[in-house]
């Protein structure tokens, strides 16, 4: 028994040069990392600045809570809902055609590759860079931030997208043919039931980023609670900036709560 | 749902040898009803309108026009920031990958069994990720400095979150027959997670901080606009010039950089998996 165990261990692969040269590289890239760390001039009060901020959340300011006018935290809350739900959908809607033209095993890969490369190339720019160019379209406000979101959130929809596509069992479509389907009862019966749990799947999941990054879009005035947060950082208001984030964080996590909710019953089918 | 059911009575079929099988009503009028309410609701908030978007739409294409032909003399001042883009986004996934594993562990309901220690550290996990990364960035930017420092530790903050939550859930769904074998033979629970339960996670812990890892390089260029270093300075800088050839350049790279680690860390991906 002992002399099989001994052999087994013996013929084991050996793994120890690879590993050991993934360890020395690994050490290496952070090595040369390390040198962006410069603490620089430290401003001192780092450490006040974060207690400030936690005794903001625990004291928000309530007349910022509470109130339901425009600036109060439920109507921007409210709002920054609505760009996220909607730049949501607006996004899905362009992202399924554009993925059914990138996924490989339904075009020629010549045009799938081009569809590829045009869904990294919106994802590269980053959203600050989107809010600024719907600016010009639509003024500052809500609606930019809406048509922001949707354009950040093809890229990684439309990226889930053709993974689920290509993953489409097409044994179904050749058995339904079989039967004597036509096009339409292929799409209806074959395609569709298969795809609409992943799809919705997905998008739920944007939502749930698209709800956490809303607050990028304050950055150039694109509407949703961005930009009063960050007014209120700046300018040391920390009361506000608990109400805000109090604010935020319970509706983000409400949020998630729903959508993992609805994510488990789609995947159990 | 079953209110829902008990007012649209299910359709009820009676098979040939006499059983009666029930469908119940699709939920599809439903959800699409919330959906149109929800669509008015944000259509009126946000004040979206059609008409604005097909008049004035062209106005979108005057950056990107203005961006064309990209400034290639601006070519040899970017370099900087971008190591500062990489290097922040290598060494702050490396941090929040590591630190994510203790909490990771304690959060696992099939390791620790105590019930509050798990719900804690779910919870913990669950409020730092909601806390927005650039709110994480713009505070740390109050700690450390305006610099790369601050932008590293907002990296980190995120991906300790985000690899948390991953790998908790990998290491639920791992195969506990091995862990409970070495327990058996009297080995300490803490030789037998590493023994018997991390070598099953491994793989696919290094795939998610790699995923993690291509993600923080898009995301650290954004950083730069609340002072955290890397692209996104000089990019809020070029904006604010209105230099679009320059910002187009960054731009170019960036998409080049992104492509490449993407790239390397697809073919590693692959390779562990």
Same mark, same amino acid.
């Given at each position: 028994?002992?002399?099989? +165990?001994?052999?087994?261990?013996?013929?084991?692969?050996?793994?120890?040069?690879?590993?050991?040269? #993934?360890?020395? &590289?690994?050490? !290496?890239?952070? #090595?040369?990392?390390?040198?962006?760390?410069?603490?620089?001039?430290?401003?001192?009060?780092?450490?006040?600045?974060?207690?400030?901020?936690?005794?903001?959340?625990?004291? =928000?300011?309530?007349?910022?809570?509470?109130?339901?006018?425009?600036?109060?935290?439920?109507?921007?809350?409210?709002?920054?809902?609505?760009? #996220?739900?909607?730049?949501?959908?607006?996004?899905?809607?362009?992202?399924? =055609?554009?993925?059914?033209?990138?996924?490989?095993? $339904?075009?020629?890969?010549?045009?799938?590759?081009?569809?590829?490369?045009?869904?990294?190339? +919106?994802?590269?720019?980053?959203?600050? /860079?989107?809010?600024?160019?719907?600016?010009?379209?639509?003024?500052?406000?809500?609606?930019?931030?809406? $048509?922001?979101?949707?354009? !950040?959130?093809?890229?990684?929809?439309?990226?889930?997208? +053709?993974?689920?596509?290509?993953?489409?069992?097409?044994?179904?479509?050749?058995?339904?043919?079989? #039967?004597? !389907?036509?096009?339409?009862?292929?799409?209806?019966?074959?395609?569709?039931?298969?795809?609409?749990? %992943?799809?919705?799947?997905?998008?739920?999941?944007?939502? %749930?980023?698209?709800?956490?990054?809303?607050?990028?879009?304050?950055?150039?005035?694109?509407?949703?609670?961005? /930009?009063? $947060?960050?007014?209120?950082?700046?300018?040391?208001?920390?009361?506000?900036?608990?109400? &805000?984030?109090?604010?935020?964080?319970?509706?983000?996590?409400? +949020?998630?709560?729903?959508?993992?909710?609805?994510?488990?019953?789609? /995947?159990?089918? | 749902?079953?209110?829902?059911?008990?007012?649209?009575?299910?359709?009820?079929? *009676?098979?040939?040898?006499?059983? @009666?099988?029930?469908?119940?009503?699709?939920?599809?009028?439903?959800?699409?009803?919330?959906?149109?309410?929800?669509?008015?609701?944000?259509?009126?908030?946000?004040?979206?309108?059609?008409?604005?978007?097909?008049?004035?739409?062209?106005?979108?294409?005057?950056?990107?026009?203005?961006?064309?032909?990209?400034?290639?003399?601006?070519?040899?001042?970017?370099?900087?920031?971008?190591?500062?883009?990489?290097?922040?986004?290598?060494?702050?996934?490396?941090?929040? @990958?590591?630190?994510?594993?203790?909490?990771?562990?304690?959060?696992?309901?099939?390791?620790?069994?105590?019930?509050?220690?798990?719900?804690?550290?779910?919870?913990?996990?669950?409020?730092?990720?909601?806390?927005?990364?650039?709110?994480?960035?713009?505070?740390? *930017?109050?700690?450390?400095?305006?610099?790369?420092?601050?932008?590293?530790?907002?990296?980190?903050?995120?991906?300790?979150?985000?690899?948390?939550?991953?790998?908790?859930?990998?290491?639920? *769904?791992?195969?506990?027959?091995?862990?409970?074998?070495?327990?058996?033979?009297?080995?300490?629970?803490?030789?037998?997670?590493?023994?018997?339960?991390?070598?099953?996670?491994?793989?696919?812990?290094?795939?998610?901080?790699?995923?993690?890892?291509?993600?923080?390089?898009?995301?650290?260029?954004?950083?730069?606009?609340?002072?955290?270093?890397?692209?996104?300075?000089?990019?809020?800088?070029?904006?604010?010039?209105?230099?679009?050839?320059?910002?187009?350049?960054?731009?170019?790279?960036?998409?080049?950089?992104?492509?490449?680690?993407?790239?390397?860390?697809?073919?590693?991906?692959?390779?562990? *998996?």
């Amino acid at each position: 028994m002992n002399e099989r +165990i001994k052999k087994a261990y013996a013929s084991a692969p050996k793994t120890w040069v690879w590993q050991l040269l #993934a360890a020395f &590289i690994v050490a !290496c890239l952070l #090595a040369w990392s390390g040198t962006a760390v410069r603490v620089s001039s430290s401003t001192g009060n780092g450490l006040e600045v974060a207690g400030n901020i936690l005794s903001g959340i625990f004291h =928000p300011s309530a007349k910022l809570l509470l109130t339901l006018g425009t600036d109060g935290v439920p109507y921007l809350l409210l709002e920054t809902f609505c760009i #996220a739900f909607l730049g949501t959908i607006v996004g899905a809607v362009i992202s399924l =055609p554009l993925s059914f033209l990138s996924a490989s095993n $339904l075009v020629p890969r010549g045009v799938a590759l081009v569809g590829r490369v045009l869904i990294a190339a +919106i994802r590269t720019i980053p959203a600050f /860079a989107y809010g600024l160019m719907f600016i010009r379209v639509t003024g500052p406000g809500p609606f930019a931030g809406l $048509l922001t979101m949707s354009l !950040c959130s093809i890229g990684m929809v439309s990226k889930m997208f +053709i993974e689920s596509i290509e993953d489409l069992d097409k044994r179904i479509l050749e058995s339904l043919d079989a #039967a004597g !389907c036509t096009t339409f009862q292929k799409i209806r019966y074959g395609i569709l039931p298969q795809l609409t749990a %992943d799809f919705t799947s997905t998008i739920i999941y944007r939502f %749930d980023m698209n709800l956490r990054d809303a607050t990028v879009l304050g950055l150039v005035g694109a509407g949703g609670i961005g /930009a009063p $947060l960050i007014f209120a950082m700046s300018s040391y208001r920390w009361n506000e900036v608990g109400a &805000i984030l109090l604010g935020l964080i319970v509706l983000v996590l409400i +949020i998630e709560w729903i959508s993992a909710k609805i994510r488990v019953k789609l /995947a159990r089918g | 749902m079953s209110l829902y059911d008990r007012i649209f009575k299910p359709h009820v079929y *009676t098979l040939a040898d006499g059983t @009666a099988v029930e469908e119940k009503r699709s939920r599809a009028p439903l959800i699409l009803l919330v959906l149109i309410a929800l669509t008015v609701l944000s259509v009126r908030i946000t004040g979206f309108d059609l008409a604005v978007l097909v008049k004035k739409g062209s106005k979108f294409f005057d950056i990107l026009k203005a961006m064309f032909p990209p400034n290639t003399a601006y070519l040899g001042k970017i370099w900087q920031p971008l190591w500062d883009t990489i290097k922040m986004s290598i060494l702050g996934s490396f941090i929040g @990958a590591v630190l994510a594993v203790p909490f990771a562990v304690a959060a696992a309901s099939n390791i620790v069994t105590n019930r509050v220690v798990v719900f804690l550290v779910r919870l913990f996990l669950s409020l730092v990720r909601t806390l927005p990364t650039l709110v994480c960035a713009l505070i740390a *930017t109050y700690i450390f400095g305006l610099g790369t420092m601050a932008g590293t530790c907002a990296i980190a903050v995120f991906t300790f979150a985000y690899v948390g939550k991953q790998l908790f859930e990998i290491i639920e *769904t791992v195969d506990m027959g091995p862990y409970e074998a070495m327990e058996a033979l009297g080995a300490t629970r803490l030789r037998a997670f590493t023994a018997a339960v991390f070598p099953q996670v491994l793989p696919t812990y290094l795939s998610v901080s790699l995923f993690c890892l291509e993600g923080n390089v898009r995301y650290a260029s954004i950083l730069g606009y609340v002072g955290a270093g890397g692209l996104g300075l000089i990019m809020n800088e070029k904006i604010g010039w209105r230099e679009y050839d320059s910002l187009g350049m960054i731009l170019i790279v960036l998409f080049v950089t992104v492509m490449v680690i993407e790239g390397i860390s697809h073919a590693l991906r692959k390779r562990l *998996t």
